[in-house]
Nanobody, 121 residues
Framework: VQLQAYGGGLVQAGGSLRVSCAASGSIFSINDMGWYRQAPGKRRELVASINSDSIIHLADSVKGRFTISSDNAEKTTDLQMNSLKPEDTAVYYC????????????????WGQGTQVTVSS
């Protein structure tokens, strides 16, 4: 299983960006997909996640500004980021937890390569 993230880039404060992620490979079922970010000198943190029941978790710092969506059939997830702030600057990583077989109940975790989001003030 591989995750390919794309989108991101440079935007001025108050602007919008969208990052997308597509999974490839054999997946039996997706437990959840999400986005993490890591700013220089900081720990990686969860930004948003959405599970197979469409339950969404958003970090407090992005509530009201970011929206996550997913299409489990297509194995994709998108993160729409509005009203961006300089503190949103980070490398954004796509994350997937999924079962690979109906006979294996373990959820395996995968990471995308990361995409840079830079918000200028």
């Amino acid at each position: 299983v591989q995750l390919q993230a794309y989108g991101g880039g440079l935007v001025q404060a108050g602007g919008s960006l969208r990052v997308s992620c597509a999974a490839s490979g054999s997946i039996f079922s997706i437990n959840d997909m999400g986005w993490y970010r890591q700013a220089p000198g900081k720990r990686r943190e969860l930004v948003a996640s959405i599970n197979s029941d469409s339950i969404i978790h958003l970090a407090d710092s992005v509530k009201g500004r970011f929206t996550i969506s997913s299409d489990n059939a297509e194995k994709t997830t998108d993160l729409q980021m509005n009203s961006l702030k300089p503190e949103d600057t980070a490398v954004y990583y796509c994350n997937l937890r999924a079962r690979l077989s109906e006979y294996d109940h373990m959820n395996y975790e995968y990471w995308g390569q990361g995409t840079q989001v830079t918000v200028s003030s």
